[in-house]
């Protein structure tokens, strides 16, 4: 592409690994983590939240994720249809440690856990890497401020 886009990285860290490009990008710019969220139904009154993508929020607030600058309810509006019926909500998170609780699932083991957070770490280094070598790059960023989380 003429100005330096590349969709297939652009669709595998909005459309897969979303979580891990908000943390990188949280810690590059050490703007808040915002995450799209939908309660879903277990059973027997139970319900757990998931996180159905994370990005993070400019200081104007601008939403910013691998893609850029999006206004939030532009995103809300385009993950809607995987909703369904379920209604989604956003929540922020001013820490990276807040968002890593946030997708913890309280039924599952600790050894369960600390997979899936060696996996979530390892995936995050690799974003930090795409937002260095390609989003800071490609998508012009007015307020860059580091986090120290």
Same mark, same amino acid.
């Given at each position: 592409?003429? #100005? ?7 669709? %595998?860290? &909005?459309?897969?690994?979303? /979580?891990?490009?908000?943390? !990188?990008? %949280?810690? !590059? ?15 027997? #009154?139970?319900?757990? =939240?998931? @996180?159905?993508? !994370?990005?993070?929020? =400019?200081?104007?607030? &601008?939403?910013?994720? *691998?893609?850029? /600058? ?18 989604? $909500? ?5 820490? +990276?440690?807040?968002?890593?609780? =946030?997708? $913890? ?12 957070? +060696?996996?979530?770490? =390892? ?10 070598? /390609? @989003?800071? $790059? @490609?998508? %012009? *960023?007015?307020? $860059?401020? /580091? !986090?120290?989380?």
């Amino acid at each position: 592409m003429d #100005d330096g886009r590349c969709p297939d990285i652009e669709h %595998h860290y &909005r459309h897969r690994e979303g /979580y891990a490009m908000a943390l !990188a990008l %949280h810690d !590059a710019l050490g703007w808040p983590i915002t995450a799209l969220v939908v309660d879903v139904p277990m059973g027997m #009154d139970r319900e757990i =939240s998931h @996180v159905m993508h !994370a990005w993070v929020t =400019s200081p104007d607030g &601008r939403g910013f994720d *691998v893609c850029g /600058y999006f206004d939030e309810d532009y995103l809300a509006d385009t993950m809607a249809f995987t909703t369904g019926r379920l209604v989604p $909500r956003t929540e922020t998170f001013a820490s +990276a440690g807040d968002f890593m609780d =946030s997708l $913890r699932d309280s039924s599952a083991s600790e050894r369960t856990w600390r997979i899936v957070e +060696a996996n979530l770490m =390892s995936g995050r280094e690799q974003a930090s890497r795409v937002v260095e070598e /390609y @989003v800071l $790059r @490609v998508h %012009h *960023v007015e307020e $860059r401020a /580091y !986090a120290l989380n």
